[in-house]
């Protein structure tokens, strides 16, 4: 069984909202073992609700829709439907029963257009919102091939969506598919090779088909690599992901640095905490270091007790932006004279690492120089500084900066942190 996701609404299709319900339903689709092959939009407009509910029927076993259910003339899924089934829509007596009871309950009087909240595709069968005035439809649509589709309509609110989800609609997928599989992900984060080195590095492993699957994305220069394993218990999946987790590890080594949501700054704090160190980051300018490292740490600390929150935010002292040479002299101990420093040079990223930060004593300084204007018509391409200092001494990096434009802070900014994670592992 595989599933299609409709969400429905001019303020989806405009870019006006974002439409997080189909990711929330994926998600507990996932859970029960159904995974969803289309996630579809469209906008408040009959014609084209009652071709996106054709498509869907003849593609997917499962159709999960939400919007359109309420009272206004631009909330089209039960016509959508009744058009699409061939149907007329009639009047349940019980669903209008508690709308007029809800507005009974609120001191209310129930406008004539709520009516059309109790009308419902001719054999469709509602579905409870207990504190809502849309009621679901539940459908059985007819295909081609002379099997069926079943088809859950629920609405847009989210509150609504999800306890009308949890009461009723799950639990009759869980019925339908009988003895439910299950899915489960496991996503390793990598960083250091672009994403067609990296897949040259795992022979066979993102081929189409194979068992369990493999996919690739990038963002912001940092590659996930997916694993998905069905299984009918979740310890058969795990077991079906083992292998291939062992074979990335082995073949990628340190370019893979973390799993999940993990962030190289999330990495690096951790590594700091487990050794007993300490980091100062110093840019001069800004090239997003100090912003990384304070965002690790809130995450870190989130919901801790207090003497685990001492010991995260001692593991990141704090961060340096210099903005000029009297800036560092005030807030660096140095004999450097930095009015003679170039800001993007190869011995700006030096001193400030091995400058010290006045009242900031630290095991480790991660320093970024000035970063280059990007000039995409050079030659040759930019390079970027960076230094780094702490019980291996002082080692200088010197790193292209080039490629699209918005990525190269970014990316500027996790090569410094990977820099840091790759000496913490030594």
């Not at 499962?62 to 959508?80: F, K, N």
């Not at 629920?154 to 609609?169: D, N």
């Not at 951790?270 to 007993?276: D, F, K, S």
């Not at 990525?407 to 942190?417: G, S």
Request: charged residues 20%; contains cysteine; aromatic residues 4%.
């Amino acid at each position: 069984m595989h599933a299609e996701i409709i969400s429905i609404g001019d303020e989806l299709t405009s870019g006006q909202r974002l439409d997080t319900n189909s990711q929330w339903l994926s998600q507990r689709l996932g859970e029960l073992g159904i995974a969803t092959r289309f996630h579809t939009t469209v906008s408040d407009d009959l014609a084209s609700n009652v071709a996106v509910f054709r498509a869907a029927v003849e593609r997917a076993d499962l159709v999960i829709s939400t919007g359109g259910l309420g009272p206004t003339a631009d909330d089209l899924t039960r016509e959508a439907l009744a058009e699409m089934l061939g149907r007329q829509l009639v009047q349940d007596d019980a669903s209008l029963e508690h709308i007029r009871a809800l507005f009974a309950r609120r001191q209310r009087p129930m406008p004539e257009r709520n009516l059309a909240q109790a009308m419902f595709p001719a054999g469709s069968r509602p579905i409870p919102n207990p504190h809502g005035t849309a009621p679901g439809i539940a459908v059985e649509a007819p295909r081609a091939d002379g099997s069926v589709s079943r088809v859950f309509s629920l609405p847009g609110v989210p509150a609504e969506l999800f306890e009308m989800w949890e009461q009723t609609v799950a639990p009759a997928i869980v019925t339908l598919a009988g003895r439910p599989q299950v899915i489960r992900h496991h996503c390793v984060r990598c960083f250091g090779v672009g994403e067609s080195d990296l897949e040259a590095m795992l022979p066979d492993l993102i081929r189409r088909g194979r068992v369990p699957s493999v996919g690739i994305t990038v963002s912001d220069a940092t590659i996930t690599l997916r694993i998905t394993s069905v299984g009918d218990t979740s310890e058969a999946c795990e077991t079906s992901i083992a292998p291939t987790l062992a074979t990335i590890h082995e073949c990628l080594g340190t370019i893979v640095y973390g799993a999940d949501e993990d962030e190289l700054a999330d990495v690096v704090l951790r590594l700091l905490i487990e050794r007993g160190e300490s980091l100062v980051t110093l840019e001069w300018g800004h090239a997003g270091l100090a912003a990384a490292m304070h965002q690790a740490v809130e995450k870190a600390t989130n919901g801790k007790s207090a003497d685990r929150v001492e010991r995260i935010r001692a593991a990141y002292r704090g961060g340096l932006t210099i903005a000029g040479p009297e800036r560092a002299g005030s807030l660096l101990e140095s004999n450097v004279d930095w009015t003679q420093l170039t800001p993007t040079s190869e011995g700006m990223a030096v001193a400030l690492a091995e400058a010290t930060p006045r009242g900031l004593p630290s095991t480790w300084r991660l320093a970024a120089a000035a970063l280059p204007e990007f000039l995409p018509r050079a030659n040759e391409p930019n390079r970027f500084h960076l230094a780094l200092n702490g019980p291996i001494g002082t080692r200088h990096f010197s790193l292209a900066y080039s490629g699209q434009p918005a990525l190269l802070k970014p990316r500027a900014m996790k090569q410094a942190i990977n820099a840091l994670r790759l000496a913490l592992l030594q």
